[in-house]
T-cell receptor, first 114, second 111 residues
């Protein structure tokens, strides 16, 4: 069966510091991978998705970037965090192929920027 | 632009009641609709996925229906239990990689 991991689970960072969140998927090959953000009082917002190694699409212009160095690894980064980057970050995967395949989510990372 | 609305925002029911959660979307050109459950501080658990060609899907005590032409879906929970307490989210796919989510309904089942 497939498993998705995210770490760290929680993170408190000062404004202006760098960020690296990691997501890995087990039990499947060549998945589509996604980064979402859930801010307080707002719905989930898709930030990035990837259909293969090195292929990243951005949905929202922002202070963040994503990379996919390996087939089942997806990384969310920032060089300098802003207060507005606080939120709950969720990684998800879907089977390779159709864009509308069912998506499965990880446990999330709670980021607080002070 | 697709918009997804979930009403009510919060719902409190006594244990054992049958209940219905509502989801509406503005653009009926969807490929599928997913219902998720989110426990506090946790990720999303996929409950049911309904393809646009389907009218309903069932899993245990859960039944989700879809009326694509009217832009509506309902999640029916039978014989509710305290363990069902969580936030329920619906999301639609219009064929792109992006899911459009509602803001959820927070359900509390009182023992």
């Amino acid at each position: 069966s497939q498993t998705i991991h995210q770490w760290p689970a929680t993170l408190v960072q000062p404004v202006g510091s760098p960020l690296s969140l990691e997501c890995t998927v087990e039990g499947t090959s060549n998945p589509n991978l996604y980064w979402y953000r859930q801010a307080a009082g707002r719905g989930l917002q898709l930030l990035f998705y990837s259909v293969g190694i090195g292929q990243i699409s951005s949905e929202v212009p922002q202070n963040l970037s994503a990379s996919r160095p390996q087939d089942r690894q997806f990384i969310l980064s920032s060089k300098k965090l802003l207060l507005s980057d606080s939120g709950f970050y969720l990684c998800a995967w879907s089977a390779h192929g159709a864009a509308y395949n069912e998506q499965f989510f990880g446990p999330g990372t709670r980021l607080t920027v002070l | 632009k697709q918009e997804v609305t979930q009403i009510p925002a919060a719902l409190s029911v006594p244990e054992g009641e049958n209940l219905v959660l509502n989801c509406s979307f503005t653009d009926s050109a969807i490929y599928n609709l997913q219902w998720f459950r989110q426990d506090p501080g946790k990720g999303l658990t996929s409950l049911l996925l309904i393809q646009s060609s389907q009218r309903e899907q069932t899993s245990g005590r859960l039944n989700a229906s879809l009326d694509k032409s009217s832009g509506r879906s309902t999640l029916y929970i039978a014989a509710s239990q305290p363990g069902d307490s969580a936030t329920y989210l619906c999301a639609v796919s219009a064929g792109s990689y992006q899911l459009t989510f509602g803001k959820g309904t927070k359900l509390s089942v009182i023992p």
